[in-house]
C-alpha cells in the first residue's frame, strides 16, 4: 500500500538529509536507474496543437528526421537552435479513457492514470530523490489560478484524485524560495550574512540569532523580528501535536495527515538546513549571462546585475497583485516564474520543479501580448477559442491562423527555458546538460481533444541519461513510459508507471 | 415534445448513454504495484462517467434504470465491457466492469433510493479556507477589519494619518523612494527602507487629509507605479502615476480608499496557497482535497509570525496575563486554560498544556514565551483543521463533541471562530441537545455576520467572485470600470442577502423578485433612475432588467467572453450551477467544432453549431437556456441589437426536472425563464445541495443524497423559507453524527 510505502522511504531518506544538498540524493540513485538527472522541469501549455484535424489533415507538429538533420515543421520552429538538445517523442499516447476531454487529459498527464487516481510523477520525485532538497517540489504558475479555477485545470497530483494550485504570484515564489526558511530566517539579500547556527530543539534557546517577538512590542512596525528558534520550536510542537492527532486516529484521515506531516518536516529541514550552511553557492553557478529575449514587454528592464545565490535577483521587477490576471501582463508573469525556477534550481533549491502556463479551456487573451505575433489589440483571441478552429486546417480562417501563432509563442517560451539553463555553465557542462525538461500539453489536436499522438519534447542530456538531438516515433507507446523514463533518470528506481506501462523508453 | 426517435437515438449515442449498463475506464493490471498505484473506486467512477446518464443513485434519466436491475451480476458486467461507455468500451477494460456490476447490484436498491434513513457524514478534519484563516485570526488577535473607507473619527486617531507605502521587489536596488503631490515630487525626500523578512521597502508617513498621485523611484531614475495601488490618474508624461484618497476627517462620502498593505491580516496572509476546488464544486471549502503543504506550512508560519508581532501591545491581555508582570509561570497557566481554548475552540489536553506552558516558561521573557506559544498554536493542526471527528457511541455511530458542534456553527454561519457564548453553551451542556443546537442557530443568524457569511456564499455559489479581475475588452468597453466591477458584487451579496434576510424569504423571490440593489455607480451604469447619496439602496428594475441572480450583473458578466456574451456559459451556468445537471464528457467520437461561417452573428453561429447531431445532443440543454440572456452583451448592458440584427432571446428549457424527462418550455424573456426555474423542483432541490455542500464542506455522494433530500423536506415544510434551509442543515441528523469512512 502506498501511503506504508510512503514512511518507509521517508525513513529511508531521513538519515541522508543530513548531507549536503543535491549529494543526499544523488547517492540513493540505485544501480539500475540511469540516476544522473540533477533536476526536471515539466513545463505546460494549454489546449494542444494543431495536429491531426478532425478531417485528417496531418499534424503540424511531427517534427521528422532524414540522417542528422531534424525538420522541426513550423509549430516547433522556435527550437530551431535547440534541436540538437532535445527529444522529439512523436506518437506517445495517453490512452482511450476520457478522450475527447480537456480535464481527463489533465488528470492523466503527469499521473499516467486514468481519471488522475494517483500520485503525479513530479511529487512522487520530490518525496523521494527531491526529499533532501531545501524545497522539495516548486510548482509555479502564471495565471493558472483565474476565475477560481477548479482542481481538475491543475496538473500537479500529491495524492490519488487530488490537486494543489500553483503559485501564481511570481513575488510570492521569489520571496519564499530565497527570503530563506520559516518566518522569515536568514536574508541573504541584504544581510548577506546569515544567522549563527541554531539548535531548534533547544526550547531554552535565548542566542544572538534571537531577536526575540515580544520584544518588539511597542514598535510601530508590525515587521517581525527574525526568530528562528521560535519558528523550530512551532515546527516542533506542531509535528507533536500532529503525531499524537494521528495516533488518535487511527487510519482516519491518515493521506491528509501524512502530507501535512512532510511539509512539516521539509520546512524543518529547511530551517535547520539553512541555518547550519551558508547560502548555496553551485561552484559555477556564477554569474547571470544576460538572457536572449529578456527585453520583451518588460518596461521596467534594469540591467542585469550580477547574480548569484546569495544575492538572487531577477533583474526586473514582475507583475503582482490585481495584475497577475491582465493578459497583457501574461508574458512578464511567466517570464518571471521561468527566472526564477532556473534561479532556483541554478542554487540548489530544489530539483522538481512545474510551470504550468494558464490552465486548459484557457481564456486567455494571447492577442494582448504585446510584441508578439499574434498582437492585435482590436480584437481579442483567446487560447481556447483558437484551438477550436473548425474541422481542417484553413489558412483563411482567422482561427488557426491565430492557433498556430499561439502554439509557436508556447514552444518559444520552452526555447526560452532551454535557453536560460544552457547559459549557466554546470559541472562539465551547463545546466540544460544536467537537466530534463519536458515539454508538455493536455491534449493533442486542440479541436478534437485527442489523447493520442501526444505533442511531447524532452529537452537536456539529464546528465548522460538522455542523448538528445532525435525524433523517435513511438506509434500508441503510453506515456507513463515517458513518465517513468524521467523517474528513472533522476535516480528513482521506477520500472513502469501509471496505467498499461511496458517500460523504460531507450533514450540514452 | 416532438422527439424523433431518430434523434433520440442519436443523442443517447453521443452522450454515451445506453441501455443496460454502466461503465468507467479501470487501470491496467500491468500497471506497476504500489507506486502510484490506482486505486480503484467505483463510486467515484460510476459519478464521473455513468451518473450523468444513469442517475447518480442508478434512478435512470438518458440512460436506463439501474435499480433493482434484474441482470446478475455477470450479465451486468459483459454489457459494461462490451458497450461502456458508449462509444469508448476501451475506457473500461480488466477489473473494471465486474468492478462496477458489482457496485450496482449492490447500492441501487428501492430502498436505498426512498431515503428512509439519513447516513451520518465521515469523519473529517477541515481545513480552514484562507478566508475562515482571516476571519479567525482577526477574532482571535482583536485585529479589527478594515472598514469601507477604513474611515475614522475627527483626526484623533494617529494610524489614520499614518500610511504606510510598500514595494515589494524581487529586483536588487539600491534606494527606492516615494515622490508624489504630497512631497513635491521629490525623489529624495521620502526614502524607503528594506525590510527582508517581507521582501520589500517600506516606509511610514503621516500624510493629511487629500487625493494624491505617487510613484516609487527606483535608484533615483526609475520612476515606477505601486502595483498594488487600485486607482491611477495619467502623470502627463504619457504614463500614469498611482493614486489614493486619505480621509481621516469624517466625512461620509465617496469611493472607499483601503491604504496599501495597511491591514496586518491583509499583509500576513496575502500569499497563502490558493484552495484547488474540484469540478463541478464551487466552494473554496473542500475538506477532502484541501491538503497542507510545504507552502501552507511556510506561509502559516509566516502568518503566524505577523499577526503575533501586530497584536504584541495587546497579547498580555488577550492571554489574560498580567500587564507587566514576568510571572511566566502564572502567564503560561493562563494562557493554556483560557486564551487557549479559544484558539483551539475546545480546552487543551494535559500533553499540549504541558508542552504550550513549557513554550511560555521556556523562553528569554515574559512576552518573547507568549509570543512564541501563540504563533505555534496558530501552526498547530488543533488550530489549521476544525475537528468533525466526534466520539465513539455505544451505538457503534460517532458523535461530535459539543465543542465540535459549536466550532460547526459558528464556521457555518458566521465564517469564523466560535464566539464566547457558544463556547460557554458547548462547555455547559447546551449544545448536547437538538433544541439547544437550534436556539443557538438561530441566535447566530440574527447576528449581522450571518449576512455577511451568506453573501460570501452567494458569490461563490454564483461563482461570480472573480468578476473583479476577469478580462474585459477596454475599447469595446470603456464605461466598465473597476468601480462598476466593485459595485457589481456588492449588488450580488445584497440581492441575496436582502431576499433571504429582508424580503420574502423565500426560494423563489431569488428569480422573481423586481428589484435589486444599486448605488450612484451602478444606477448611472444601467441606466437606472438616478441613486442619490452614497450607499447601496434598493431600486425597481424595469421590466427587461428583471430575472432575480439571473440578471444581476456579476452574473451576466462573468459568463461571457472578454469581448461577447457566451450563450454557452450562461445555459451551462444554469444546468450545473442552478439545477445541479452534469453533463458526461463528450465521446471520443463526437469529434471538434466544424468549420463555421464567420460571418454569422453569434446565435446564428451556435445555431450552426447545434445543427450537428453529435453536439447538439448536449448543447440543446445549454444553448436554449443561454439564448435568452440575448439582450445582455459580456458587461451586462441591455441591447435590442447586435450587429444591425434585432435580438432573439427566445428559447426552450428540454427536460428542466431530470435528463431524459421528455418535458419542454418554450420562453421569450429572461424573466420568464426565471419565473419557470423559480417553479422547479430541480432548481430548488438544487439550491438546498449548494447550501449544504457550502455548510459541510464535501460534495456528497450518491448515499449522502439522501441527507441532501432531508434538508430538501425540512426547508419544503417550512414554504422554501430560506432562513429555516440555513437552520436545517444543522437540524439534520448528518449535521452531529458521524461515521468512518469506508
Known sequence: ?????????????????????????????????????????????????????????????????????????????????????????????????????????????????????????DQYLARTVGHASPFRHLYLGAMATQNNASGDKFISYPSAGVTIAPEDDPVNAFRRIFSGAGSVGPSPTVDGGVTSPVDASTPTDSGASDAGVGSDAGATTPVPATDNVGDGLALDTSITDLMELRAALGGVERTKLDVHLDALHEVQDRLRNLAMTTPVTPTDAGSMVMLP??????????????????????????????????????????????????????????????????????????????????????????SHQASHYGARQDRTNRLFTDYVKQIRWWVSQFAYLLEALRARPEGDGTML???????????????????????????????????????????????????????????????????????????? | MRRPALTLCLALAALGCDDGGASTPAPSPTADAGIASSTFDPAQRYAAMCASCHGEAGEGGLGTRLVDSPRSVAELAQIIGERMPQGNPDACRGDCPPSLARYIKTNFTSAALACATVPASVRRLRLLTRREYRATVRDLLAIPAPTAGSVGPAGADPACVRRRFAYATTATFHTVNVAGSFNGWSPTAWPMTWVPSAHEWQLDHDVPDGTYGYKFVLDGTQWVTDPRATTSMPDGFGGQNST?????????????????????????????????????????????????TSVHVNEFLRAGSALVTAAAPRLRALAGCDATGTDASACANALVRGFGTRVFRRPLTASEMQRYGALVTGARDVDQGLARAVRTMLLSPAFLYRSELGVAQPDGTWRLTPYEVATALSYTYWGTTPDAALLTSASNGTLDTSAGIEREARRLLADPRARDQLGVFALQWLGVETVATTPRNAMLFPD???????????????????????????????????????????ATYYGLPAVTGTGFQQVTLPAARQGGVLSLGAVLTRYAHSDQGSPILRGSFVRQSLLCQQFPPPPPNAGGVPDVDPNATTRERFRQHTANPACATCHRYIDGVGFGFERFDAVAHLRDMENGHAIDATGTIYDLERFGAGTQYDFTTLPQLAGTLAQSDAARGCFVRQYYRFARGFRETAEQRCAVLDVTRRFHAAGDDVRELMVAVTLAPDFVLRRTAP
Open chain 1, 293 to 382: 529575449g529578456t527585453d520583451a514587454g518588460m518596461s521596467m528592464m534594469t540591467a542585469a546585475p550580477p547574480a548569484n545565490c546569495a544575492m538572487p535577483s531577477l533583474g526586473f521587477d514582475p507583475p503582482t497583485g490585481a495584475g497577475l490576471f491582465a493578459p497583457e501582463n501574461f508574458p512578464g508573469v511567466l517570464r518571471a516564474q521561468i527566472d526564477t525556477m532556473v534561479l532556483a534550481m541554478a542554487c540548489g533549491m530544489s530539483r522538481v520543479g512545474v510551470i504550468q502556463s494558464s490552465q486548459h479551456t484557457s481564456e486567455l487573451i494571447m492577442s494582448r501580448f504585446r510584441g508578439s505575433e499574434m498582437y492585435d489589440p482590436m480584437f481579442d483571441m483567446r
Open chain 2, 480 to 522: 466598465f470600470t473597476d468601480a462598476v466591477r466593485a459595485s457589481m458584487l456588492e449588488e450580488a451579496r445584497r440581492f441575496v442577502t436582502s431576499v433571504v434576510f429582508d424580503g420574502s424569504h423565500h426560494f423563489a423571490d431569488l428569480f422573481t423578485a423586481t428589484t435589486t440593489w444599486a448605488d450612484a455607480t451602478l
Open chain 2, 244 to 292: 489614493f484618497t486619505q480621509r481621516c476627517a469624517p466625512a461620509d462620502a465617496g469611493a472607499p480608499s483601503t491604504p496599501s498593505g495597511a491591514d496586518p491580516v491583509e499583509l500576513a496572509t496575502a500569499a497563502l496557497p490558493v484552495e484547488s476546488r474540484p469540478a463541478g464544486y464551487a466552494f473554496d471549502n473542500d475538506a477532502d482535497t484541501a491538503l497542507v
Open chain 1, 1 to 121: 500500500m502506498k501511503l506504508s510505502r510512503r514512511r518507509l522511504l521517508q525513513g529511508v531518506l531521513g538519515a541522508a538529509s543530513a548531507l549536503p544538498f543535491g549529494l543526499a540524493a544523488r547517492r540513493l540513485a540505485r544501480a539500475d536507474a540511469c540516476g544522473r538527472a540533477s533536476r526536471v522541469i515539466f513545463f505546460y501549455f494549454p489546449d494542444g496543437i494543431a495536429g491531426r484535424s478532425q478531417n485528417g489533415d496531418p499534424s503540424l507538429w511531427s517534427p521528422s528526421q532524414s540522417g542528422g538533420t531534424i525538420n522541426l515543421g513550423e509549430l516547433l520552429m522556435p527550437l530551431g537552435a535547440l534541436a540538437s538538445e532535445c527529444v522529439f517523442l512523436n506518437g506517445m499516447s495517453m490512452g482511450s479513457t476520457d478522450e475527447g476531454s480537456h480535464p481527463g487529459g489533465a488528470k492523466k498527464l503527469l499521473t499516467g492514470v486514468d481519471g488522475g487516481n494517483g500520485e503525479s510523477v
Open chain 1, 433 to 508: 546538460d544536467h537537466s530534463l525538461v519536458l515539454l508538455c500539453s493536455e491534449v493533442s489536436d486542440g479541436n478534437t481533444h485527442s489523447h493520442h499522438d501526444m505533442p511531447f519534447v524532452l529537452a537536456g542530456r539529464g546528465g548522460g541519461c538522455v542523448s538528445p538531438g532525435r525524433v523517435l516515433n513511438l506509434d500508441g507507446r503510453r506515456h507513463g513510459d515517458l513518465l517513468a523514463t524521467i523517474a528513472q533518470a533522476m535516480g528513482a528506481n521506477v520500472p513502469t508507471w501509471g496505467d498499461a506501462g511496458s517500460g523504460i523508453l531507450s533514450l540514452g
